[in-house]
């Protein structure tokens, strides 16, 4: 049972850190990148008020998410390696399956996306650099619990 516990804080902190980061990268291309006829020069001003609000509440959410994220993956995949009947622990499987869901949605959205704006004719180097960190942060999650799915279904031999 405390296994199933400590992989629900993982997933927990996983999604935190991954959206916050998310998230700060998107205000830090916003504020690099401004998107010239979504934000006017009158409203800026205001926007970055706002703006650095947010980045202290990204920050904020790293700083916290991250350690115990770390700290939890490691010791995880230290007793999983100890203990292999941990990789059948159903609550895990389904943590990782709907993570797994979830990226792939945020991806396949993305990608519509890429191709309503490219046909639309209205893409530009802010819309670009919002899509490749949401495809970037969603895809290496996707593909790190994909293989993980793929080495679960592998015969594992002890050793």
């Not at 490691?74 to 979830?102: D, F, G, S, V, W």
Request: charged share 10%.
């Amino acid at each position: 049972m405390w296994d199933a516990f400590e992989h629900v804080l993982m997933f927990i902190s996983m999604y935190v850190f991954a959206s916050s980061s998310s998230m700060l990268l998107h205000t830090f291309v916003d504020t690099w990148l401004p998107n010239a006829s979504a934000i006017s020069n009158m409203l800026y001003s205001s926007y970055s008020e706002f703006g650095s609000t947010l980045v202290r509440g990204y920050l904020a959410a790293i700083i916290v998410s991250f350690p115990i994220f770390a700290f939890l993956f490691i010791r995880i995949t230290k007793h999983t390696k100890l203990n292999p009947a941990i990789r059948n622990l159903e609550l895990r499987k389904i943590l990782i399956y709907l993570t797994l869901t979830a990226t792939f949605i945020i991806l396949i959205w993305k990608l519509i996306n890429v191709v309503y704006t490219l046909l639309s004719g209205n893409i530009g180097i802010n819309f670009l650099m919002h899509f490749i960190i949401t495809v970037s942060v969603s895809g290496l999650i996707f593909s790190y619990y994909f293989l993980q799915v793929k080495d679960d279904r592998q015969p594992h031999t002890m050793q």
